[in-house]
């Protein structure tokens, strides 16, 4: 969570020149709220609702959000709140018309600080306001959100105006919230999130709904083009056998689809053989550095051979050294590393390579080659040996990989040449028969569309990256709220209330779009027909005096959450019977 959320606690109403509640004397009435439950009752038509509004729109004055809002909250693009001039609602309660003299006076606390609000009941007008004893002059009732949606320490006028009215007060307006996984995730955001995070979010799915609405309208607009296209050549008498608008466009969108599978398919075989390439490179330079090694050590052992026998003629030097060269034995021209190695291995042990005698030559004036050069040199041939036989295994791979990419390509080439055909066939036979303008229009509007669609989809794409930074944040509070909610379901219900956190109701985004994964609270339950618990994803599965019961608890467990040990505020209407106890 952000920062500390803090909501409205109502401490006192008073109410002067209303004729719904004259009062002892005709002096009005004066509520105090103290601590813990604070009854109303009364018998039909003496005022419950019109007083629980009346607290309410003491608070929110004459605002409103959308229309959208008030079915559901996680629907809403444009998240703005309107401020009425007239508001007639208590006027209308009234036997005569209201003087200006009728004012309602709430004293409510936010974050610790104290704020006192008189208004006219004729249309909700401010007339005084003080924030923590200081006069405010601005008594504008949007200045005045603005104001307490700073306290409350949410992000806006418009996320503390639904806080109040959707969770706070639980009327006969209320949102089915614990029922919508759209109205979930939307509470989400403004208590448990980041500003710029929520923010971003909000933006970006206004974002996805101006571009989804653009693109149908454009859409609708673009097949009407089309058809009057078809009308004009059909009266036109341009002849069955020649093309139509429509097998212009099919043909178009052909060699679209064509072009783009022929790409991501080439793209796909390039790297593959670029793969090849720079593998088929490092096992060239892996053979080279091996002959490089192999002759180094050889030239080692030729050289020693020809320090040790330094009275043989010129000949049969000649002859070692062809050995020593890796040219082989240049009497019979057999390669001579095996009997070079057997050569030196004999000499070095000062022994005779032809007889085996012992002590057979003087070497104390030879160079002899280090034992620890010698495995080295091992070493790295067989390493590079090994790096050989990997590199011809992995090419091995990529063949059978690489087999089917290049029938792909050859099969997307192919499709994508006839498909140009075509289209050049078709744009050939209609260059007499259709305006040349109004087809070139109609190419472009089509290839603006899928402009559009694709901008959608990198959008939606962008959402459903932070609806994961959304459900990481909820890890915090998932625990505290599901228990809550559970412990308060059972109170009301007396059954056996399971509650788990999902991170996948789907939400679809716009019309068009696709839908994205929110994270969302579901209750399991038993009943009298299941003694074990099933899950209610919807209202429908549950009866309407549980729905109300689940919809409540749910309201108090958010304001526990972000209560804490401070203090926090529910009214609630009881219309339904099965409420009232």
Known sequence: MRSS????VIRRLRVINFPMYPGPANQGIDLEFGDGVAVIAG?????????LNLLMRMILGASSPSKTATRDLGRVSKRTLVQARAFPYFSERAANELDDDAVATLTFEIAGKTIVVSRSLKNLQIRKLTIARKNIDDLTNAGFLARLADLAGVASAYDFHILVRYVQFFTEERLPLLWSSSSQFELFKMLFVDYRLSGNLNKLFAEIQAVDSEYRNRTFQYNNRKDQLEASLADAGSGVSAPTAEDFLKATEAHELAEREWKQVLALNQGLVSKRQQLEEE??????ALDAELHAFSHADATYISQALPSLDDKLQFLMQG???????????KRGKKELHAIGKKLRSNHCFVCDAQNAFKTSNVVPIAAVSIRKMERTIEALRSAIAKYQEDLSSLDVETGPGIARLRLATATRNEAVRQLAFIQAQMAAELPQDVISQLAIEKTELDALDEKRKDLADDYKAGVLLVTT?????QLAIGQKLAHYAEAFLHEKVKVSFTRNSPFKLATGAGSVNIPTFRVAMTSSTHVAVRERRSATSVSESQKEFLDLAFRMTLLDVLAGDEATMLVMETPEASLES
């Open 283 to 288: 096992l060239d330079e892996a053979q080279l």
């Open 43 to 51: 018998i039909n038509g003496i005022g419950k609702t019109t007083l």
């Open 5 to 8: 959320v803090h909501l409205p």
């Open 323 to 333: 050995l020593g060269s890796n040219l082989g034995c240049f009497v019979c021209g």
């Open 473 to 477: 944040a909820m890890d915090d509070f």
